[in-house]
């Protein structure tokens, strides 16, 4: 069965250092891909998506990702994290196979450390 | 334009009654999703809309668990005889398509006593 998999369910770095959340797929061909952030008290916001085309795609925030298909993952990176960034992440894969399903990951919730 | 909007924000109920949430997609939107997310948890999958199309239940709980939406616009979740495990946030998403990003409403919170 088709699945995403976070493997950080915490992750803390100190503020100022790189990030990057680790999100692996289970799917044959070449799904759609997204980010979400839900920070404290707030709903849930796209970060960014990847479909086609150049595997490395920048999102809000200063957040990039990259596909990388041999690896079946999509990391979000973050050359230089501020206090604001801590919140719950979600990756989520969107695909057809047959029927539709768009599949989130269990999240990884960062914590930032002055 | 607005976004997703959801009602009530909060809903306390006693168990073994009847709620019913309400979400208001984006406009124009075709595809719209129900969630749970429980206390620290991940989002879980209840139901999607895809246009006309029959709805994809697989992922309602139970028999207690239904939804409805009437045509692309609103869509009500109704939870009956509630139970204290039902207690959450119910979040509902739209989007323009399938596959494509999903927009999110600010949610329900449901504390069933």
């Known amino acids: 069965a088709q699945s995403v998999t976070q493997p950080d369910i915490h992750i803390t770095v100190s503020e100022g250092a790189s990030l990057e959340l680790r999100c692996n797929y289970s799917y044959g061909a070449t799904p759609y891909l997204f980010w979400y952030v839900q920070s404290p008290g707030q709903g849930l916001q796209l970060l960014l998506k990847?479909?086609?085309?150049?595997?490395l795609v920048q999102g809000i925030k200063g957040f990039e990702a990259e596909f990388k298909r041999s690896q079946s993952s999509f990391n979000l990176r973050k050359p230089s994290v501020h206090w604001s960034d801590a919140a719950e992440y979600f990756c989520a894969v969107g695909h057809t196979s047959g029927t539709y399903k768009y599949i989130f990951g269990t999240g990884t919730r960062l914590k930032v450390l002055a | 334009g607005a976004g997703v909007s959801q009602s009530p924000s909060n809903k306390v109920t006693e168990k073994g009654k009847d709620v019913e949430l309400r979400c208001d997609p984006i406009s124009g939107h075709t595809a719209l999703y129900w969630y749970r997310q429980r206390l620290g948890q991940g989002l879980e999958f209840l139901i999607y809309?895809?246009?006309?199309?029959?709805?994809?239940k697989s992922g309602l709980p139970s028999d207690r668990f239904s939804a409805e939406r009437t045509g692309e616009s609103v869509s009500t979740l109704t939870i009956q005889r509630t139970q204290q495990e039902d207690s959450a946030v119910y979040l509902c998403a739209s989007s323009l398509d399938a596959l494509y990003e999903q927009y999110f409403g600010p949610g329900t919170r449901l504390t069933v006593t």
């Open positions: 990847y479909f086609s085309g150049d595997t």
């Open positions: 809309f895809q246009g006309n199309s029959a709805p994809d």
